[in-house]
């Protein structure tokens, strides 16, 4: 049978490693609330204990440290977040070791890891669905604690997966005392933020305690005719129903609107064959573009502790989506001399979707051959709906349809079309059913194996349609079912006191987003992901330290394989094979001096062995570096950024050469509640294309922000 004894294994360790935050916190703050008897006292700490400590551990539950789980796992905190002012969820990703942010259009991005997009998403360790792996939008980042990312094969998290990896957004909770903050911030291209955080007790015992974070902001950019503003709400109530249940409910809303917004990217191609070089700021879009999305997320968890420890806890999640856009799209080979060559395509769509998880688990110790063993099983089910709608415009009449002025062309010279009202042309519904379980057996104390089986049953059916130029509408109805049971299993080995080895191996299983040239969706990819490495801990425990080797065979992956007469993209499937190293360094060195450093080699290849997803780097660095004064202790500053070597797209003839990106950031306390930051992004003003995943378009030149903040 096929190596599917481990389709979960990578990814059930996403969390295992993240310490309960209550501990440190409860502490000081019932220190510094002496109640007038020890007995209340004591009271206050059973109840506040208990409620700070349902702060999102990550995916599991299982009590491993960092440096002991099976795989490879990467943390940005909110400290990294704050120092390099990471105000979307994009900027923030930039800062996790391994991860390539491919933002290849102005209103879409791709997350990709070890060559391959990352598909699986968690919020709190609850998988959510996550078609295609784009990103629409720029998310806010300020309602997150922080980010945990795998790297490698995670079918346990989510039921499906590639050999990508996971990305768990890990909310923010309420605080145990009543404290917050704001902040403002001005910078480059008209860019002006505010953002609040406050978290209240509601109650004199501390069990029950809210949070609220407020995030606006409103900027123009170094594109020309591109503006975007954003409002984001983030709201949690959390508390304890009594001695042994809690109960947690938020509820978050973001509006964004984007306007002169790019539908592709850069054309690089000259029709003699060389690639064409722009200035920074240039754009294919027109000023009657638009890009405007609403997305909210709703929870409620509820856990209940057992008298022997062990643990219920059951999670609801509701996500909606929905937008409204305006586009323009360039395509072709430019003549040199003339600047013509493009062809334009108008598209205004909406879309409106909405997702349902539930998930119930059970987790606790057993005691097996006098030795103490964990446990975890559970059930979930998601489901989704997609409908996708698009407004008809006279192919014939419209001059936005067709040869374009010669580029680079002004914002105003293609007239808007005359849209017809919207009609439907896509509609998807996915439901997903998980049963799964695991156990960490610990053999001895310098060993342990993790093992479990995960099953899936997954079904998406609905409509696609297409509709060309004369009108003509093809329409496939979609009914795909599949089922499917991975067992696998992981070993960590104590070497010595700060020294772990570890070994795992996952089957990968992902259905599949893309259409064939029939408008089918193409069969699942399926594969074997396997990992082996190091961990280890220096200085006192303060420097973090690993080295993994990794190799996946996927088969059937879906590949771009050309368009139809009416422009829609189809794709078939290959079979590729990915191999490589990381290293990773992370911690202080000083008590003054923090570090990261992180090394990525990868090689991938076909079925025939030439070489595939060459627009991923071969080579990539991920770096920084801050500094306290020691005669200065309230100045701190920092260098930050990445490297990668040369990267090619095939399929668009377009070459990006080796570059590198360095920020820098400067931090001032002026007092205890009043401090002052300012931040330089692309410190050496690099021109780059900032993805080949599909092309896209100039990264930002040099730029830079100035922000104050208050804390109460």
Avoid: C
């Amino acid at each position: 049978m096929k190596l599917t004894r481990a389709f979960a294994l990578s990814s059930l360790v996403l969390a295992m490693g993240f310490p309960a935050y209550a501990q440190q916190n409860s502490s000081e703050n019932t220190a510094e609330n002496t109640a007038e008897n020890t007995q209340n006292e004591a009271e206050k700490i059973t109840i506040v204990g208990v409620r700070q400590d349902r702060v999102s551990k990550g995916a599991t539950g299982f009590t491993m440290e960092l440096n002991e789980t099976p795989q490879s796992i990467s943390v940005v905190s909110a400290e990294e977040i704050e120092n390099y002012a990471a105000h979307s969820l994009n900027d923030a990703l930039r800062l996790a070791p391994g991860i390539n942010v491919e933002e290849w259009e102005t209103n879409r991005t791709n997350y990709t890891s070890r060559g391959f997009e990352i598909k699986s998403t968690q919020i709190d360790g609850i998988g959510l669905p996550n078609d295609w792996g784009i990103v629409t939008g720029a998310m806010e980042s300020y309602g997150y604690e922080e980010i945990e990312v795998i790297r490698g094969a995670n079918g346990q998290l989510t039921g499906v997966g590639n050999s990508a990896g996971t990305i768990n957004y890990v909310r923010k909770r309420p605080k145990n005392e009543n404290a917050g903050e704001v902040q403002v911030s001005l910078g480059s291209f008209d860019f002006k933020r505010l953002e609040a955080d406050y978290s209240v007790l509601l109650t004199e015992s501390g069990s029950w305690a809210a949070r609220f974070v407020v995030a606006t902001e409103d900027s123009n950019s170094y594109l020309d005719g591109l503006s975007n503003d954003r409002t984001y709400f983030y709201g949690v109530v959390d508390g304890q129903l009594t001695d042994n249940s809690t109960l947690a409910a938020g509820y978050s809303y973001q509006d964004a609107n984007t306007d002169g917004n790019m539908w592709g990217g850069l054309v690089f191609n000259y029709t003699d064959g060389t690639q064409a070089e722009w200035e920074t700021s240039a754009t294919t879009a027109q000023d009657w573009t638009m890009w405007d999305t609403i997305n909210s997320t709703a929870f409620i968890e509820y856990a209940y502790i057992f008298n022997n420890d062990w643990e219920l806890k059951a999670t609801y999640n509701h996500q909606s989506f929905e937008d409204e856009s305006k586009l323009f799209y360039a395509s072709g080979a430019i003549d040199k001399d003339t600047g013509l060559g493009l062809n334009g395509w108008p598209g205004r769509y909406d879309t409106d979707y909405t997702a349902d998880i539930l998930d119930i688990t059970t987790t606790g110790e057993f005691t097996l051959f006098d030795r103490s063993h964990e446990l975890i099983f559970g059930a979930s089910q998601a489901k989704s709906e997609r409908a996708e709608y698009q407004h008809p415009f006279d192919y014939a009449t419209t001059p936005a349809f067709g040869p374009t002025p010669a580029f680079p062309y002004a914002l105003n010279v293609i007239e808007e079309p005359e849209w017809a009202d919207r009609n439907e042309y896509s509609t998807t519904d996915i439901t997903l059913t998980r049963v799964f379980g695991s156990a960490k057996l610990n053999a001895s104390d310098d060993l342990f194996f993790i093992v479990g089986f995960n099953a899936i049953d997954f079904i998406r059916d609905g409509v696609n349609k297409t509709v060309a130029s004369d009108g003509t509408v093809n329409a496939v109805d979609i009914y795909n079912k599949e089922k499917e049971i991975s067992p696998y299993a992981g070993v960590t080995y104590t070497i010595s006191e700060h020294v772990n080895a570890y070994l795992n191996y996952s089957d990968i299983y992902q259905p599949q987003d893309e259409y064939d040239e029939q408008g089918e969706f193409l069969a699942p990819t399926k594969g074997v992901n396997y990992e082996a490495g190091i961990k280890t801990q220096w200085l006192d425990n303060n420097l973090f330290a690993n080295f993994a080797i990794f190799t996946a065979e996927q088969e059937g992956l879906a590949n771009y394989a050309g368009s139809t007469p009416d422009g829609t993209w189809f794709y078939d499937g290959i079979n590729v094979e990915s191999q490589g190293f990381e290293v990773e360094v992370t911690g202080t060195i000083a008590d003054n001096i923090g570090v990261l450093f992180s090394y990525t080699y990868l090689n991938i290849e076909g079925q025939d062995g030439e070489k595939e997803h060459q627009w991923a780097p071969k080579d990539s660095i991920n770096f920084s570096i801050d500094y306290t004064f020691p005669q200065l202790e309230t100045v701190k500053v920092g260098l930050g950024g990445l490297w990668q070597s040369k990267t090619v797209n095939t399929d668009y003839n377009v070459e990006q050469g080796a570059y590198a990106i360095v920020n820098a950031f400067a931090r001032w306390d002026i007092s205890e509640q009043f401090s002052v930051q300012a931040n330089i992004n692309n410190l050496t003003d690099t021109k780059y294309i900032n993805s080949l995943y599909v092309v896209g378009y100039y990264g930002a030149p040099i730029n830079g922000s100035i922000s104050a903040s208050y804390s109460f």
